[in-house]
């Protein structure tokens, strides 16, 4: 090959690789973006997962769990609740039986939960609210003051009567306000406080208030022929023989069931009765009747008592000689109202106070569980 055929094939191979290179530049502004992507169909549903275990019920815990088991009184003397009966305070029972000759005393404010029955054929006692009576007049050293009792579950507070040293005409104390029909029917979990207590006078207190007592039961709750269940307020007390002390007011008591409530017996929540008038005071007036609801979708009543307490009776003309003396005490009141406690004139005539009205008897056609 000559010199100058080389030299021609060196420029040409320099020219294609110069083209070449020209061809394969690095500007963008001619590219074309591709076409977005079509998403794929979406795949089979898989298989549904086992079922998860049922929580329990949250409502029907309102009758416990039945953690403390079954509970049966039984025999004689009387059995206290948080002492003969249960140390722990577990009031989740299965089945609750009472049986005939049996008492059982339960404090206020005792809330009973079956998962099963509760069955009375016995004696089922609320004991008073402790220290729910007026203590009334006592003397400071200096001169006389006064004590007054604890409230009802609405607040209400009976009176004390006037109280003089000079042997004046006295006016006795008022009674307590009681709740109405509606006010009552709204009242599930009463607390501690259930009748208001009775005034006090001179020489006596007035009766403690009744306590509170709740059953639920999901299986049914029975007081058989000759059972009760009771929750009365109690009567004045007296340092001296009678004593114008008020009447301490009934209690209350809540029975609730999905199922029935069956009342063969007696179920009572009475006012305390005024105590008598003495040389020192008027006769006190009686505690209101106390309240009784049912809730259940099928109730029968039976005998139920809400009656208020008699008022104190009072002396001979005269009778009221001591210059130190007061009218009588008011009753307290809780369903009903307590009565007007009696006077005493200049003179020294007693005159006779009120009784305490009726209290409440409620139904409630039902099903408790979901109003707890």
């Known amino acids: 090959m000559t010199t100058k055929w080389k030299v021609w094939m060196g420029l040409g191979i320099s020219c294609l690789l110069v083209a070449a290179t020209a061809g394969c530049g690095t500007s963008t502004a001619g590219d074309v973006a591709g076409a977005t992507a079509v998403p794929g169909p979406s795949g089979p549903q898989g ?80 004991a008073p609210l402790s220290g729910s009576g007026g203590g009334g007049y006592y003397d400071t050293g200096v001169t006389y003051s006064y004590s007054p009792p604890s409230p009802a579950i609405n607040g209400e507070i009976a009176g004390g009567g006037e109280y003089s040293v000079f042997g004046e005409s006295l006016g006795g104390g008022r009674g307590g306000n009681g709740v109405n029909q509606g006010e009552a029917a709204g009242i599930l979990l009463p607390g501690l406080i259930g009748g208001g207590g009775g005034a006090g006078s001179v020489t006596a207190t007035g009766g403690h208030g ?3 007592l709740v059953i639920l039961a999901q299986g049914g709750i029975v007081n058989s022929a000759n059972a009760t269940l009771m929750a009365d307020g ?104 307590g009565g007007i406690g009696g006077a005493v004139t200049i003179t020294g005539d007693p005159v006779q106070g009120l009784a305490g009205s009726i209290g409440d008897l409620v139904h409630t056609n039902a099903d408790p569980t979901s109003l707890f």
């Open 210 to 212: 009744g306590g509170t």
């Open 234 to 337: 109690d009567h004045a007390f007296s340092s001296n023989t009678n004593g114008g002390g008020g009447g301490g007011a009934g209690g209350v008591i809540v029975l609730a069931s999905p199922l029935s409530i069956a009342n063969s017996g007696v179920i009572q929540a009475l006012g305390g009765n005024g105590g008598a008038s003495n040389s020192h005071d008027g006769p006190g007036g009686g505690g209101g009747g106390g309240i009784v609801h049912l809730v259940c979708p099928s109730i029968q009543t039976g005998t139920i008592s809400v009656a208020g307490g008699l008022p104190g009776t009072g002396g001979a003309a005269g009778s009221v000689n001591s210059a130190n003396r007061a009218g009588g005490g008011g009753g307290g009141s809780c369903g009903g109202g």
């Open 47 to 126: 298989p549904q997962g086992l079922q998860g275990l049922m929580g329990p019920d949250g409502q029907l815990r309102i009758y416990g769990d039945g953690s403390a088991g079954a509970l049966t009184i039984s025999g004689v003397p009387s059995k206290w609740l948080h002492s003969d009966v249960v140390q722990d305070h577990n009031l989740q029972f299965t089945d609750v039986t009472i049986e005939a000759g049996a008492t059982l005393v339960v404090p206020s404010g005792t809330v009973i939960r079956c998962t099963g029955t509760f069955t009375n054929h016995g004696t089922v006692k609320v």
